[in-house]
């Protein structure tokens, strides 16, 4: 238990620092509770921002997929990462604090609205981006669990363990706000960075350097193309270029970028980004491939032998036995599994309060869902102008509470897989709005019902995905199986980390028709007033 209770200490730490900047800086109204007054300054900012994106998906799913499959992980996802998300945030992020500046929007959803001239369509968006936001949420709490219930070996239970988390997060988001969420992700973000190469030092050093450990994967087939590309499709590794277009996309990371007290922030953002992805992705995918030949860890070797038996495709092996094999096989917990083993005891507690700082990023998407619900909904229909900006403050803390709960109870019933839960769901989803984003920004001609289309066309997608993949069972590693063949092409297929469509991960056609149709509604649809649209885009005076 005492790795369980250095993260417990560090928990308390968290939540203090989270209700302290509260206290220290109170501000009783709406713009000082959900954008911190805007005025965070640039190392909080910059530190916040990442933070808030990289969450248990980095660390614990970006290793349990490169154990599955291999070095490959770094290029789908880290690689297009540090090169879109930067240049996303500085032409699209930047615009928005702009807007925000000018206008005085705390949420995308009131730009949409005042971009588009459009009410209940707003409303339409502002769902959908909750329902989307869900799921990231839900990778926290099952992170967290994850995490107490691996450090402690097994004593603190999966389901205590992520109850605790969102005790902890929706604490300090209920008391703190914005600027409580801010510093406590600043602070867990230094925390998290470090882990990284403390990690990778500790474990090389305990298994006598890593040379041996790659050697030994180089000697066989099975294990060998963990370093190459093999085990990925070009067109899967392409459709991994669309995911990054999602962050920018995300209704925490657009409100985020509205607390920056000045636009040139963005600047030493757009420079260190690439460099803080560089410092935690590697190391974890890293590890996560070296895992591979670690048998002498009970925990990673019961998972070898579980994908083992998988992989000899024994018709005996029934489809309930293969889908506890396939949970058993699962590598979230890699990591941890090698902190436990290899890291002393007390050290082992450190670096466990390392991987929650990622887990526990939840805080800025729980914050996000409770900005919108107040402002979009709550505000936008009149329940500011009859009980006041402060009941609008207090709505938004009771949501903080119903979301956090809401995300807990699916949690404990979520199968594992992160790196595939939110690449499904959370992350294509986002990105097929991306256009929509793009639309309202730099696009004149775009029309509400433009973006009324692509909000139905994104959520009858994702709607789609979910019933197709829970109606059909999943087929073994390596495996898939055709649904729909036309001419002899195969136009979806089930796999067993999700759903292809003609080879591609589904948010390549989800995004592509997204954007098309934007254009195509928007041509014939009429154009918001000519005053609305001189806010946005306003013409040179002929002097």
């Not at 509260?22 to 933070?51: C, I, K, M, N, T």
């Not at 450090?151 to 109850?163: D, I, K």
């Not at 690449?423 to 009324?452: C, H």
Request: hydrophobic letters at 55%; aromatic letters at 12%.
């Amino acid at each position: 238990m005492i790795p369980a209770l250095v993260v417990f200490t560090y928990l308390g730490v968290v939540l203090y620092i989270g209700i302290f900047a509260f206290r220290r800086y109170e501000q009783r109204d709406a713009e000082g509770y959900f954008l911190a007054g805007r005025s965070l300054g640039p190392a909080v900012f910059l530190l916040s921002l990442f933070g808030t994106n990289m969450t248990a998906f980095t660390i614990l799913g970006s290793a349990g997929h490169a154990f599955g499959n291999g070095i490959v992980t770094y290029g789908l996802m880290a690689s297009s990462s540090a090169l879109i998300i930067p240049v996303t945030l500085f032409l699209i992020g930047t615009r928005m604090w702009a807007l925000g500046q000018r206008h005085g929007f705390i949420t995308p959803v009131q730009m949409f609205r005042d971009r588009w001239e459009c009410g209940h369509i707003g409303t339409a968006i502002f769902s959908l981006q909750a329902v989307l936001l869900v799921p990231y949420i839900i990778i926290a709490v099952m992170g967290g669990g994850a995490t107490l219930e691996a450090v402690s070996g097994g004593a603190v239970p999966y389901w205590f363990g992520g109850a605790v988390v969102v005790i902890v997060v929706m604490s300090y988001v209920f008391f703190g706000g914005m600027r409580g969420t801010a510093w406590v992700n600043a602070f867990q973000t230094v925390l998290f960075l470090s882990f990284g190469a403390a990690v990778l030092i500790l474990i090389g050093s305990s298994i006598g350097g890593y040379p041996q450990a790659i050697e030994s994967l180089l000697g066989t087939d099975a294990t060998s193309s963990l370093l190459t590309r093999q085990r990925v499709s070009p067109r899967f590794f392409f459709s991994y270029t669309f995911i990054p277009l999602s962050t920018i996309v995300f209704p925490h990371i657009m409100i985020f970028c509205l607390t920056a007290r000045r636009m040139r922030q963005f600047k030493k953002t757009v420079i260190f980004y690439p460099i803080c992805i560089l410092a935690i992705w590697l190391p974890c995918v890293f590890l996560g491939v070296v895992a591979n030949t670690m048998h002498d860890v009970p925990g990673i070797a019961a998972k070898l032998d579980a994908r083992a038996l998988l992989a000899t495709g024994d018709p005996s092996i029934t489809a309930a036995q293969a889908s506890a094999l396939q949970q058993a096989a699962a590598g979230d917990d890699v990591i941890i599994l090698m902190l436990e083993h290899y890291a002393p005891v007390w050290m082992a507690g450190i670096l466990g309060a390392g991987i929650m700082a990622a887990v526990m990023a939840s805080d800025s998407q729980i914050l996000a869902l409770s900005t919108m619900f107040t402002q979009d909904v709550f505000a936008h229909y009149g329940g500011k102008t009859r009980f006041g900006e402060r009941a609008q403050v207090q709505t938004g803390r009771l949501f903080v509470v119903f979301i956090a709960t809401v995300a807990y109870l699916i949690a404990l019933r979520a199968p594992p897989g992160i790196f595939n839960l939110a690449v499904q769901y959370a992350f294509s989803g986002y990105s097929a709005l991306f256009p929509l984003l793009i639309g309202a920004l730099f696009w004149k001609g775009s029309t509400k019902w433009g973006a009324l289309a692509v909000t139905l066309w994104t959520a009858a997608s994702i709607t789609a995905i979910a019933v197709f993949q829970a109606v059909s069972s999943p087929p073994l590693p390596g495996q898939a199986v055709p649904y729909w063949t036309v001419g002899g092409v195969d136009v979806i297929t089930r796999t067993a980390g999700g759903t292809d469509v003609l080879g591609f991960l589904p948010v390549v056609p989800m995004t592509i028709i997204s954007a098309l149709l934007l254009v195509v509604v928007s041509w014939v649809t009429p154009k918001p007033r000519t005053a609305t649209l001189e806010k946005y885009f306003p013409t040179q005076s002929a002097s």
